[in-house]
Structure formats: structure tokens, C-alpha cells
């Protein structure tokens, strides 16, 4: 097939010691530190997912047909059997592919790369021996493998195929875009297994499972055997959780200084005001008393007013509570003395 070689030539593709015109395999790598972009936190933890290789052959499997279910892998006719398609926009994944296929059937897939305007996709095609092609074949409803170790490894594959995270500083939020329902609901079964609270959105015609709590996005990393990724996610959960409760604590004690102040000013206008009209010395000792101890501590609240005062809390608002109310009916008083 034109513009397809074989998995031998990857290794010195990735290496560096060979190339081939029109096709870089680094091209989904990390650039040098002059040139380089940000990496995202999904892009980070894919990276780390594409490193880890299972050790047993069924792990390898379900890792491997998660990659092609979510990627909307197809089977194609060779010349000798049937050959398992992808179409990948990751180079890590791409590599992974291949090497996965080395390892289960040591097969020689083929690759081949397109380089377009904002990346680079990977096209590859794994010939399947005959007893690996029920795999590849089974419908949504019926391909969830029974292990549970199986199962870890198809949903590491899946979302190394159509998910993405965000980063824990931004918000929390985790999806995967499954090629149909059936899949989509396949997904959810497994993450509700796995004590994970998910949904399911359907979004532009796809179906979206999404997770958006911080504690089930930790999980399915683990689930997945993200531990750098884990670590990170929980390192930047615990700063960011921290300052959110600085911030809602200063919001509260704000709000409560606030509070205390404008309460103390209305209070010490009202006294000002009674003593205008009517004068202190018309009111009852206690509530002359009170003024006075008002006037003079306006930025006092009421527990520290009361504990200067020798009097309770109840005590101190009563009285002040009166006096405002006397302000706002001297005028009347007033009027009628005369």
C-alpha cells in the first residue's frame, strides 16, 4: 500500500538514526524549551498513559481494542486476512498502537502520517491473526471485558482514544467522547462499577460521558494507573481547595465587619439625633449609659461592647435597639411636649 511501512522502521523513525521523506515521527513530541508550547494537563497525562504497557496478553487486548473502539477503528480486507485500522491524532497513542501489536501477535503494523495544518495524523493498519479478530468484531453491548483488570485496561484505551481533562486549576471536568450511545452507556456502566459519579450528554450529535467532581476524576486516573497524573491532580486540588476556604473565610469576616460597622454607625447617628431633639438626659439611666458607651466605641461589636459593659449580649442589643427606636419617634415626642 502506498505511504505504509513497516513497524521495524519506527523504532529508528523515534530514535532518530533513520527517517523517511515526508513523514516525523517526532512531530507530536516536545520541542525544545525555545520553541516549545504549553503542554496541557490532558496531553500530560496521556503521555503518561501511552508509557505503560501491560504485562499480560489479555490486558493487552482490551487496552489495545478500547484504542479502536473510541478512535471509530474499522476492519479492512489485505491480501492476507483481515487488518485492524486506526486513525489516530497522538503520536504517543500511534506509537503505543504499535507497540502493542508487537507485543500481542508480533505482527509488523504499518503506519503512515499525514502532516496537516495544526497536527499531524497517524493512520495504522495491524494485520490481526485469526484468533485475535473476534476482538475487533464484537458490538458495543457485548465488549466490555469480564476482568476486572481487563476492564481497567479497556477503559485506559478508551480514553486514551476520545477523552480529555482539564487542569485542576481551571475546573474539574473529564470526558470522553464515545463514537455512539451504546458505547457511551458502556463507558457510564463501567465508571458507575468503579463508584466514579458520571453522565451523559449528548453534544453537536456525539454522546459526551462527563465527570465533574473532583474526587471521581482522581479515581478514574487511578483507574486508568495515572500516578504521576494523580499525584499532580491532587497536589493542585489541595492549594486550590485551601484557598477557596481562605477566601470564603475572609469573605466571611468581611461581610461580618461590615456588618458590626454600618450596625454601629446607624446607632451612633440615632443617639446624635435623640440628643439633638430631645437631649440624653430625658432618657433612663440604662439607655444613657448605653449611649454614652456607644458614642465612644462605635467600632466595638456587640459581644465586645457587652464584655466592657459587664452586661449580656441580649442586654446590649435590647437597649440599643431601643434607642433607635426612640430616635425614630422623637420628632413626634418632641412635637407633642410642646
Not at 302 to 307: F, K, Q, T
Request: charged share 25%; glycine share 6%; aromatic share 6%.
Amino acid at each position: 500500500m502506498p505511504g505504509l511501512f513497516r513497524c521495524g522502521q519506527l523504532a529508528s523513525n523515534v530514535s532518530g538514526s533513520r527517517s523517511e521523506p515526508g513523514i516525523d515521527w517526532n512531530a507530536g513530541r516536545r520541542r525544545p524549551a525555545s520553541r516549545r508550547c504549553p503542554i496541557s494537563f490532558s496531553s500530560e497525562v496521556k503521555s503518561e498513559l501511552s508509557g505503560l504497557i501491560p504485562a499480560r496478553p489479555c490486558c493487552q487486548l482490551a487496552e489495545l481494542t478500547g484504542i479502536f473502539y473510541s478512535t471509530r477503528g474499522r476492519l479492512i480486507r489485505t491480501g492476507s486476512g483481515n487488518a485492524a485500522y486506526f486513525s489516530l491524532l497522538r503520536n504517543s497513542v500511534a506509537r503505543k498502537v504499535v507497540r502493542l501489536s508487537r507485543n500481542l501477535a508480533q505482527v509488523d503494523a504499518k503506519y503512515h502520517a499525514e502532516r496537516h495544518a495544526k497536527r499531524t495524523a497517524f493512520f495504522i493498519e495491524v494485520p490481526l491473526p485469526p484468533a485475535l479478530e473476534p476482538g475487533f468484531t464484537i458490538p458495543a453491548a457485548r465488549a466490555l471485558p469480564p476482568k476486572p483488570c481487563d476492564r481497567k485496561n479497556f477503559f485506559r484505551g478508551f480514553f486514551l482514544g476520545c477523552g480529555s481533562v482539564n487542569a485542576p486549576s481551571t475546573r474539574y471536568h473529564l470526558e470522553l467522547v464515545a463514537p455512539t450511545l451504546g458505547w457511551a452507556t458502556i463507558i457510564l456502566c463501567l465508571l458507575h462499577e468503579a463508584q466514579v459519579r458520571a453522565g451523559v450528554v449528548e453534544r453537536a450529535g456525539q454522546h459526551v460521558v462527563y465527570v465533574k467532581d473532583a474526587e471521581g476524576i482522581a479515581r478514574c486516573l487511578q483507574l486508568m494507573g495515572g500516578n504521576r497524573a494523580v499525584m499532580e491532580f491532587e497536589n493542585v486540588r489541595v492549594v486550590r481547595d485551601v484557598r477557596a476556604q481562605v477566601n470564603r473565610r475572609i469573605n466571611f469576616e468581611t461581610a461580618n465587619i461590615d456588618k458590626t460597622i454600618g450596625s454601629a454607625m446607624r446607632q451612633v447617628e440615632a443617639i446624635n439625633r435623640l440628643e439633638r431633639e430631645q437631649g440624653l438626659e430625658t432618657l433612663p439611666p440604662s439607655l444613657q449609659e448605653m449611649a454614652r458607651w456607644r458614642r465612644e466605641n462605635p467600632e466595638l461589636n456587640l459581644s465586645e461592647l457587652a464584655a466592657q459593659m459587664n452586661l449580656s449580649k441580649s442586654a446590649v442589643n435590647h437597649r440599643l435597639r431601643r434607642l433607635v427606636e426612640i430616635s425614630e419617634g422623637a420628632p413626634e415626642v418632641s412635637t407633642s411636649a410642646r
